[in-house]
């Protein structure tokens, strides 16, 4: 119980100092055709305080600022507008991001042509550069957004954290298949009804309400005892689809920040989907992996890492809680 506490604790201080990781976006380029050869440009940058990152936007050579830009700095990102003629457009011209490969950040960046168009990519420390391609191609659309949930989902730590304690709390094979499938379900619903429009609630409660279903997950695991069935225990299942739909409006508020190409619209929601599906797959195969091979270095090492990993969970969680409430009045 003492070492699988110990072994715990570093991960509990990493996750209580990356709290702030699920909200921290990455950078976001936005460039709108107006008209011929005129785009207005959105470059949303983080920022802590009054200092912003040293990210800057290089558009090609052809493109000249009609407008000198505007910045403000707004609720922990710095915010720039400016306008653009690029004669002959932008189709068939690199856009490069000048700071990118010194930081450990990403950048999402969305191109809307006049013709309802839109194309989405995502630079890297390690590949900087778009080229625009005018209209993207399915399968452009399909990797994009795949790519683009698998980060969000294995980005999200409250979400993992989630899985984690509903995974600690399940002592069944069939039972845990049947609550990540329950939890799958519930926030595919609300991610796409959210997305589409068709129902929508608060951000900065929603994301509140979910590090307090990992806090009520973590509570389950502390007084769980033998030969008790709690709900939680007998149905696991219905409180995975309960606290899923609310995870659901986390996953489409980061969608939304990314937006959606106007007429890919099915094509993106699914893959991004897809992608978040696949992330969850990837971390739970991992995490069985993990459970395998500490069976062999302790004696039944799930039941000895429990009420640490509770206590982990909930400090993180009720962390996360109070951090978001407060920022209700931010």
């Not at 995870?247 to 489409?252: E, I, L, Q, S």
Request: hydrophobic residues 50%; glycine residues 8%; charged residues 15%.
């Amino acid at each position: 119980m003492i070492r699988c506490a110990l072994l715990l604790l570093p991960l509990c201080l990493m996750l209580t100092g990356a709290a702030g990781a699920h909200e921290m976006r990455p950078a976001y380029l936005e460039i709108s055709e107006r008209a011929a050869d005129q785009y207005s440009v959105l470059w949303k940058v983080p920022a802590a305080g009054d200092k912003r990152l040293g990210l800057y936007v290089r558009m090609p050579d052809a493109c000249k600022t009609s407008a000198a830009p505007v910045g403000t700095i707004v609720d922990g990102a710095y915010y720039e507008r400016w306008t653009l003629t690029c004669a002959g457009g932008l189709a068939g011209h690199e856009i490069s991001i000048d700071g990118l490969r010194t930081t450990l950040t990403d950048v999402l960046v969305r191109v809307g042509f006049s013709d309802g168009t839109t194309q989405v990519s995502r630079l890297t420390p390690q590949s900087p550069v778009v080229l625009v391609t005018g209209r993207p191609s399915m399968m452009d659309v399909a990797r994009t957004y795949f790519l683009l949930g698998v980060e969000h989902i294995l980005t999200g730590l409250d979400h993992l954290l989630f899985v984690l304690a509903l995974m600690l709390l399940i002592r069944e094979p069939w039972t845990l298949v049947k609550t990540i499938t329950a939890f799958t379900v519930a926030h595919s619903i609300t991610l796409a009804g959210a997305t589409l429009g068709l129902m929508s609630l608060p951000q900065k409660p929603v994301e509140a309400v979910i590090a307090l279903s990992i806090a009520f997950v973590a509570r389950e695991l502390l007084i769980m005892k033998p030969g008790e069935r709690r709900l939680s225990q007998a149905y696991p299942w219905l409180v995975a689809f309960s606290f899923g739909l609310l995870h659901g409006f986390g996953f489409a508020g980061a969608l939304k920040e990314i937006g959606l190409p106007q007429i890919d619209v099915p094509l993106a929601l699914l893959t991004f989907n897809l992608g978040v599906e696949a992330g969850q797959l990837l971390f739970v195969a991992s995490l069985l992996f993990a459970f395998k091979a500490l069976a062999v270095l302790f004696k039944n090492p799930l039941e000895q890492a429990r009420p640490a990993a509770a206590y982990a969970i909930g400090v993180v969680a009720t962390f996360w809680l109070v951090t978001r409430v407060a920022d209700f009045w931010s």
